[in-house]
T-cell receptor, first 114, second 115 residues
Framework: ETGVTQTPRHLVMGMTNKKSLKCEQH?????MYWYKQSAKKPLELMFV???????ENNSVPSRFSPECPNSSHLFLHLHTLQPEDSALYLC?????????????FGSGTRLTVV | DQQVKQNSPSLSVQEGRISILNCDYT??????FLWYKKYPAEGPTFLIS?????DKNEDGRFTVFLNKSAKHLSLHIVPSQPGDSAVYFC??????????????FGQGTRLTINP
Protein backbone atom coordinates (compact mmCIF):
# COMPACT_ATOMS: atom_id res chain seq x y z
CA GLU A 1 0.00 0.00 0.00
CA THR A 2 1.58 3.24 -1.16
CA GLY A 3 -0.66 5.66 0.73
CA VAL A 4 -2.65 6.55 -2.39
CA THR A 5 -5.82 4.47 -2.66
CA GLN A 6 -7.86 4.15 -5.83
CA THR A 7 -11.31 2.61 -6.13
CA PRO A 8 -12.59 0.64 -7.84
CA ARG A 9 -9.65 -1.47 -9.03
CA HIS A 10 -11.60 -2.68 -12.05
CA LEU A 11 -14.57 -1.15 -13.84
CA VAL A 12 -16.56 -2.26 -16.87
CA MET A 13 -19.05 0.24 -18.19
CA GLY A 14 -21.24 0.75 -21.20
CA MET A 15 -20.92 3.79 -23.43
CA THR A 16 -24.09 5.34 -22.03
CA ASN A 17 -23.22 4.81 -18.36
CA LYS A 18 -22.05 7.35 -15.82
CA LYS A 19 -19.45 6.26 -13.31
CA SER A 20 -16.83 7.82 -11.06
CA LEU A 21 -13.29 6.90 -10.13
CA LYS A 22 -12.08 7.81 -6.66
CA CYS A 23 -8.62 8.58 -5.34
CA GLU A 24 -7.67 9.25 -1.74
CA GLN A 25 -4.36 10.10 -0.08
CA HIS A 26 -3.46 10.85 3.52
CA UNK A 27 0.19 11.62 2.95
CA UNK A 28 -0.18 15.34 3.50
CA UNK A 29 0.47 16.01 -0.18
CA UNK A 30 -0.82 19.18 -1.80
CA UNK A 31 -0.98 18.18 -5.43
CA MET A 32 -2.96 15.40 -7.10
CA TYR A 33 -2.94 14.10 -10.64
CA TRP A 34 -4.82 11.88 -13.05
CA TYR A 35 -2.83 9.92 -15.62
CA LYS A 36 -4.00 7.58 -18.34
CA GLN A 37 -1.96 4.57 -19.39
CA SER A 38 -2.91 2.93 -22.67
CA ALA A 39 -1.12 -0.07 -24.11
CA LYS A 40 2.31 0.72 -25.57
CA LYS A 41 1.96 4.45 -24.92
CA PRO A 42 3.55 6.74 -22.35
CA LEU A 43 1.63 7.68 -19.25
CA GLU A 44 -0.47 10.63 -20.38
CA LEU A 45 -1.11 13.47 -17.95
CA MET A 46 -4.80 14.36 -17.83
CA PHE A 47 -5.33 16.77 -14.95
CA VAL A 48 -3.31 18.48 -12.23
CA UNK A 49 -4.75 19.88 -9.02
CA UNK A 50 -2.66 21.98 -6.67
CA UNK A 51 -4.25 22.91 -3.32
CA UNK A 52 -7.65 21.86 -4.74
CA UNK A 53 -7.33 24.18 -7.74
CA UNK A 54 -7.07 22.75 -11.22
CA UNK A 55 -3.83 23.96 -12.72
CA GLU A 56 -3.70 21.86 -15.82
CA ASN A 57 -6.12 20.23 -18.21
CA ASN A 58 -4.14 18.47 -20.88
CA SER A 59 -6.73 18.81 -23.67
CA VAL A 60 -8.86 16.07 -22.15
CA PRO A 61 -12.32 15.49 -23.72
CA SER A 62 -15.24 16.78 -21.69
CA ARG A 63 -16.56 13.26 -21.16
CA PHE A 64 -13.91 13.14 -18.41
CA SER A 65 -14.76 15.52 -15.58
CA PRO A 66 -12.44 15.83 -12.57
CA GLU A 67 -13.41 16.98 -9.11
CA CYS A 68 -11.14 17.80 -6.18
CA PRO A 69 -13.17 18.69 -3.06
CA ASN A 70 -10.07 18.85 -0.86
CA SER A 71 -6.35 18.09 -1.01
CA SER A 72 -6.92 14.47 0.06
CA HIS A 73 -9.56 13.42 -2.45
CA LEU A 74 -9.77 13.40 -6.21
CA PHE A 75 -12.51 12.08 -8.45
CA LEU A 76 -12.80 11.44 -12.15
CA HIS A 77 -16.39 11.45 -13.36
CA LEU A 78 -17.00 9.49 -16.55
CA HIS A 79 -19.92 9.75 -18.96
CA THR A 80 -20.61 8.64 -22.52
CA LEU A 81 -17.17 7.14 -22.90
CA GLN A 82 -15.85 5.45 -26.04
CA PRO A 83 -14.21 2.03 -26.31
CA GLU A 84 -10.85 3.73 -26.99
CA ASP A 85 -11.06 5.22 -23.48
CA SER A 86 -10.40 1.76 -22.09
CA ALA A 87 -7.12 2.05 -20.19
CA LEU A 88 -5.48 2.05 -16.78
CA TYR A 89 -6.25 5.29 -14.96
CA LEU A 90 -3.66 6.22 -12.39
CA CYS A 91 -3.94 8.75 -9.61
CA UNK A 92 -0.85 10.26 -8.04
CA UNK A 93 -0.03 12.82 -5.40
CA UNK A 94 3.02 14.87 -4.49
CA UNK A 95 4.26 17.50 -2.13
CA UNK A 96 4.52 20.83 -3.82
CA UNK A 97 8.15 21.42 -4.68
CA UNK A 98 9.13 18.26 -2.81
CA UNK A 99 12.47 17.79 -4.43
CA UNK A 100 13.50 14.60 -6.05
CA UNK A 101 10.87 12.03 -5.11
CA UNK A 102 8.24 12.83 -7.70
CA UNK A 103 4.88 11.27 -7.22
CA UNK A 104 3.31 8.56 -5.16
CA PHE A 105 1.01 6.55 -7.37
CA GLY A 106 -2.06 4.54 -6.58
CA SER A 107 -2.54 1.05 -8.04
CA GLY A 108 -4.87 2.35 -10.72
CA THR A 109 -8.36 1.58 -12.00
CA ARG A 110 -8.50 -0.73 -14.99
CA LEU A 111 -11.38 0.65 -17.07
CA THR A 112 -13.05 -1.26 -19.87
CA VAL A 113 -15.67 0.49 -22.00
CA VAL A 114 -17.99 -1.86 -23.87
CA ASP B 1 5.62 15.85 -29.67
CA GLN B 2 7.03 13.33 -27.25
CA GLN B 3 9.47 15.05 -24.90
CA VAL B 4 10.71 11.90 -23.17
CA LYS B 5 11.53 8.82 -25.21
CA GLN B 6 12.51 5.30 -24.34
CA ASN B 7 13.35 3.74 -27.65
CA SER B 8 13.69 0.16 -26.46
CA PRO B 9 10.30 -1.37 -25.65
CA SER B 10 11.92 -4.42 -24.15
CA LEU B 11 15.23 -5.71 -22.82
CA SER B 12 16.29 -9.18 -21.75
CA VAL B 13 19.30 -9.68 -19.46
CA GLN B 14 20.80 -12.68 -17.74
CA GLU B 15 20.70 -12.80 -13.96
CA GLY B 16 23.87 -11.37 -12.42
CA ARG B 17 24.74 -9.25 -15.45
CA ILE B 18 24.27 -5.51 -15.89
CA SER B 19 20.98 -4.07 -17.17
CA ILE B 20 21.17 -0.71 -18.93
CA LEU B 21 17.99 1.18 -19.69
CA ASN B 22 18.14 4.31 -21.80
CA CYS B 23 16.07 7.47 -22.05
CA ASP B 24 16.30 10.59 -24.22
CA TYR B 25 14.60 13.94 -23.71
CA THR B 26 14.16 17.13 -25.67
CA UNK B 27 13.23 19.84 -23.15
CA UNK B 28 16.17 21.66 -21.57
CA UNK B 29 13.91 23.05 -18.82
CA UNK B 30 13.48 19.72 -17.03
CA UNK B 31 15.11 20.01 -13.61
CA UNK B 32 14.83 16.46 -12.28
CA PHE B 33 14.82 13.06 -13.89
CA LEU B 34 13.29 10.03 -12.26
CA TRP B 35 12.99 6.32 -12.85
CA TYR B 36 9.89 4.41 -11.87
CA LYS B 37 9.36 0.68 -11.77
CA LYS B 38 5.99 -0.90 -12.46
CA TYR B 39 4.77 -4.42 -11.80
CA PRO B 40 1.56 -5.70 -13.42
CA ALA B 41 -1.63 -4.62 -11.66
CA GLU B 42 0.26 -2.06 -9.56
CA GLY B 43 0.99 1.63 -9.92
CA PRO B 44 4.51 2.82 -10.71
CA THR B 45 6.85 3.10 -7.72
CA PHE B 46 9.71 5.54 -7.42
CA LEU B 47 13.14 4.00 -7.88
CA ILE B 48 15.84 6.64 -8.18
CA SER B 49 16.23 10.21 -9.38
CA UNK B 50 18.87 12.70 -10.42
CA UNK B 51 18.99 16.47 -10.38
CA UNK B 52 19.85 18.22 -13.62
CA UNK B 53 22.91 19.71 -11.94
CA UNK B 54 24.45 16.27 -11.35
CA ASP B 55 25.75 13.63 -13.71
CA LYS B 56 25.51 10.54 -11.53
CA ASN B 57 23.48 9.23 -8.62
CA GLU B 58 23.93 5.84 -7.03
CA ASP B 59 21.69 3.88 -4.68
CA GLY B 60 22.73 0.32 -3.99
CA ARG B 61 22.49 -1.71 -7.19
CA PHE B 62 20.97 1.20 -9.09
CA THR B 63 22.89 4.04 -10.72
CA VAL B 64 21.49 6.76 -12.92
CA PHE B 65 23.73 8.70 -15.29
CA LEU B 66 22.81 12.01 -16.88
CA ASN B 67 24.46 13.45 -19.99
CA LYS B 68 22.96 16.91 -20.38
CA SER B 69 24.77 17.78 -23.57
CA ALA B 70 23.32 14.70 -25.24
CA LYS B 71 19.97 15.04 -23.39
CA HIS B 72 20.32 11.41 -22.42
CA LEU B 73 20.04 9.46 -19.21
CA SER B 74 20.49 5.83 -18.37
CA LEU B 75 19.71 3.49 -15.51
CA HIS B 76 22.21 0.79 -14.64
CA ILE B 77 21.22 -2.18 -12.51
CA VAL B 78 24.04 -4.41 -11.36
CA PRO B 79 23.87 -7.24 -10.59
CA SER B 80 20.45 -7.86 -12.14
CA GLN B 81 18.07 -10.06 -10.16
CA PRO B 82 14.86 -11.87 -11.19
CA GLY B 83 12.83 -9.49 -9.00
CA ASP B 84 13.99 -6.64 -11.21
CA SER B 85 11.77 -7.92 -14.01
CA ALA B 86 9.23 -5.12 -14.51
CA VAL B 87 8.42 -2.17 -16.75
CA TYR B 88 10.71 0.80 -16.15
CA PHE B 89 9.53 4.32 -16.89
CA CYS B 90 11.80 7.28 -17.32
CA UNK B 91 10.25 10.60 -16.26
CA UNK B 92 11.30 14.21 -16.37
CA UNK B 93 10.02 16.94 -14.09
CA UNK B 94 8.90 20.42 -14.94
CA UNK B 95 7.28 22.94 -12.62
CA UNK B 96 4.09 24.72 -13.58
CA UNK B 97 3.69 28.45 -13.04
CA UNK B 98 1.64 27.62 -9.95
CA UNK B 99 4.51 25.60 -8.52
CA UNK B 100 3.02 22.15 -9.00
CA UNK B 101 5.16 19.40 -10.39
CA UNK B 102 4.42 17.90 -13.73
CA UNK B 103 6.08 14.65 -14.70
CA UNK B 104 6.44 13.72 -18.37
CA PHE B 105 6.90 10.00 -18.90
CA GLY B 106 8.48 7.85 -21.55
CA GLN B 107 6.78 4.81 -23.04
CA GLY B 108 8.47 2.39 -20.71
CA THR B 109 10.91 -0.49 -21.22
CA ARG B 110 9.97 -3.99 -20.18
CA LEU B 111 12.98 -5.59 -18.49
CA THR B 112 13.13 -9.37 -18.19
CA ILE B 113 15.84 -10.97 -16.08
CA ASN B 114 16.50 -14.56 -17.10
CA PRO B 115 17.78 -17.08 -14.52
Amino acid sequence: ETGVTQTPRHLVMGMTNKKSLKCEQHLGHNAMYWYKQSAKKPLELMFVYNFKEQTENNSVPSRFSPECPNSSHLFLHLHTLQPEDSALYLCASSLQLDGSYGYTFGSGTRLTVV
Amino acid sequence: DQQVKQNSPSLSVQEGRISILNCDYTNSMFDYFLWYKKYPAEGPTFLISISSIKDKNEDGRFTVFLNKSAKHLSLHIVPSQPGDSAVYFCAARALSLQGAQKLVFGQGTRLTINP
